[in-house]
């Protein structure tokens, strides 16, 4: 078991001026090196555990709380969210909308400038961020010029410049086409392969049981299920019951589980082809 | 049977304002009445371009454009929206009100409904799409997908006889998901015709009739999804996955007609 990076304990919250109670005594815990995808229906609480995670909920945007979120061993209700930067870094679904500065390369420094970096750091990190993130050969480009999918990983690569140990993607693919959802996949993919920690809240099921290793379902605030991806999609019953399902080739499998090779419910294509083996047409 | 034609392309060719490049290469494109169709293609092969076309947003470089057979030079955006409406993919570039009554009172009130119309038409669309909690809501404090479900339901409002939806399924949950399809076939089923433009293939091969794949400005193939997404050359060349079940079917057979839905698969492969 790994390090315990981000802990909820008994944590419930209230926006301001509401009465509806959106996260419900969420307990959990991600471990450094996880790479967990959150899904769940809309308002099921998935953006507000998010900016909860990062602490701007509640103590930017305010609101009423009750219990505690442990970031990398410190409580937020006694830093109140501070700090929360160095460790967490959070990309949002509409990334256009982040934006400031004229160029690639501005917008990638932005932060670091904020923070006080030292120039010759700042243009380390750039480099090391706009590589990452394929965006070297773009640095003198407005970031309003860029594709779907480029503008995502330019959101990604202002994060990675700040270099933090856990990577949060609140719906960052949901604007883009097939290649600029499958690039930022890739790249955080990469990211976690290389050590970091990846959170990141999408709809496409698909690609979350590609590239995660457990899965957080919510739904009206409170955490349906949480743990192994596998186990989690194998449970269709309980996903459809709230709104969610299963990838295809995990929904075809549970359906016709006569002749499937092994005790695996597939869950990604590559999987599907093996367990389906036996049902292959020759000729 | 002969089917009427709704909307026609004629060596559409269109070229952005300093771009230089031809967004659209005289494309000729005969969508019928009651189609319930999609265009596929990726980012940059002129889909958005082309639908922009239909009601004026755009207007062609070269070639003409006819909306019900009526040539569209010369006709303004406001009278032709009436009989082609259009969903815009981001609904931060359409939602301009600051109640989401409002923003569903706009579309009748330009288009002279009476009041006894523009009331029947909204509080149908409130009912179906459950908006009567946010009636009074500013919509640019609704979060994304809801406000992408006030977009559709703006439009949805003067039920234009050609529906135009621009990636209506970004950002939609399975409950989103499941109210477009209500709406589609809703629409279809009255009669009106259905223009999607998707990514969303899973989305695509379950909720349309017929396909339409373009690549750079071209429309390189149209067809049945069982034609399309069999055809390997056509979605190389357009980069097109094609849905996970299909993509299986296709590696355990290969042959006969795709399976495009959970249902097919499960249909061809039980016994």
Known sequence: MGKPIIEFKHFSYRYPNSEEIVLKDINLTIEEGDFVGIIGCNKSGKTTLCQSMVGILPFVLGGDWDGEIVVDGKSYNETHGEGSSDVIGIVFQDAESQFTQETVEDEIAFAMCNFGFEKSLMRERVEYAAKACGLWEMLDRSPYRLSGGQQQRLAVACILALRPRVLLLDESTSQLDPQGRDEVFRLVEELHASGSTVIMVDHNIEKIAESTNKVLVLHNGEVVDYGDTHKVFANKEKLNEHFVRVPQVTDAALAIREKLVGDIVPITLKEAEATFGNYKREG | ?271
């Open chain 2, 1 to 271: 049977m002969e089917r009427n034609v709704a909307v026609e392309t004629r060596d559409l060719v269109h070229v952005y304002p300093n771009g230089g490049v031809k967004a659209l290469k005289g494309v000729n494109l005969k969508i019928y009445e009651n189609d319930k169709m999609s265009i596929i293609g990726q980012n940059g092969s002129g889909k958005t371009t082309i639908v922009r076309h239909f009601n004026g947003l755009l207007r062609p470089t070269e070639g003409q454009v006819l909306l019900f057979g009526e040539d569209t030079a010369g006709k303004s955006v406001g009278e032709m929206a009436r009989r082609c409406g259009y969903v815009f993919q981001n609904p931060n570039h359409q939602i301009f009100c600051t109640t989401v009554k409002e923003e569903l009172e706009v579309a009748p009130k330009n288009f002279n409904f009476t009041e006894e119309e523009k009331k029947a038409e909204i509080d149908k669309v409130v009912e179906m799409m459950h908006l009567e909690s946010i009636l009074n809501t500013h919509p640019m404090t609704l979060d994304y997908t809801t406000k992408k479900i006030v977009s559709i339901a703006s439009v949805l409002v003067f039920k234009p006889e050609v529906l135009i939806l621009d990636e209506p399924t970004g950002g939609l949950d399975e409950v989103g998901r499941r109210m477009l399809t209500q709406i589609i076939n809703m629409m279809h089923e009255d009669g009106h015709t259905v223009v999607m433009i998707s990514h969303d293939m899973d989305y695509v091969a379950e909720n349309s009739d017929r396909i339409v794949v373009m690549s750079q400005g071209e429309v390189i193939a149209d067809g049945e999804p069982k034609e399309i997404f069999l055809n390997a050359p056509v979605l190389e060349r357009a980069m097109i996955a094609p849905p996970q079940i299909t993509s299986l079917d296709l590696f355990l057979d290969g042959k006969g007609e795709a399976a495009l839905s959970v249902q097919d698969f499960v249909r061809k492969y039980k016994n």
